[in-house]
C-alpha cells in the first residue's frame, strides 16, 4: 500500500511538471512576454532593457533547474522500476518538489522585478493583456475556442 502510494505521488509529481507554468517557458518559442508588448505598453529603451535582463536570468535559470529536473526524474523512474527503499524515493521526490518550489518562486521574484521597472499605467495595461491572454488560454484548453500562433517575431 505504501508503495502504490510513493508510486502513484511520484506519477502526480512527474506529470504536474508539464503542466507548471514557467518550468518549460524558458524553452517555449511561442510563449508570449511583457516584451511582445512593448510597443503597446510604450517600453522606454531603458525599461526594455531591464526587462529583457530580467527575463534572460529567469530562462537561465528555468533551464538549469529543468535540467536537473530531467536528471531527478530520470533517477526516480529507475529506482522505482528497481524496487528502490522508499525512504529513497520519497527523498527524491522531495527533492523533485523543492526545486519546482524553487523555480515556481523565482518566477515570482521576477515577476516583481518587473513590476517595478513599470509605470502604474503600463502595469494596468500589462495585467489587462496577461487577463485577456488567460481567458484565451482557458477558452483554447476547454475546446472553445481555436489556438493563436504567435506570428511576431522574437527577438
Known sequence: MKKAL???IAAIIYLSSFTCPGLYAAEDKNSTSILD???????TDKQEKSLKDIIEKLKGYLAEKQDE????RTDLNKMISESADLDKIKAKLELI???????????????RAIETEITGTQLTKWRTIQMELRKK???????????????QTKE
Open 97 to 111: 518538489a523543492k526545486i519546482q518550489v524553487d523555480a515556481s518562486y523565482e518566477t515570482i521574484l521576477s515577476s
Open 69 to 72: 529536473l530531467t536528471a531527478l
Open 37 to 43: 508588448y512593448k510597443d503597446e505598453l510604450a517600453l
Open 6 to 8: 510513493l508510486i502513484s
Open 137 to 151: 488560454l482557458q477558452e483554447i484548453e476547454a475546446g472553445t475556442a481555436e489556438p493563436v500562433v504567435n506570428t
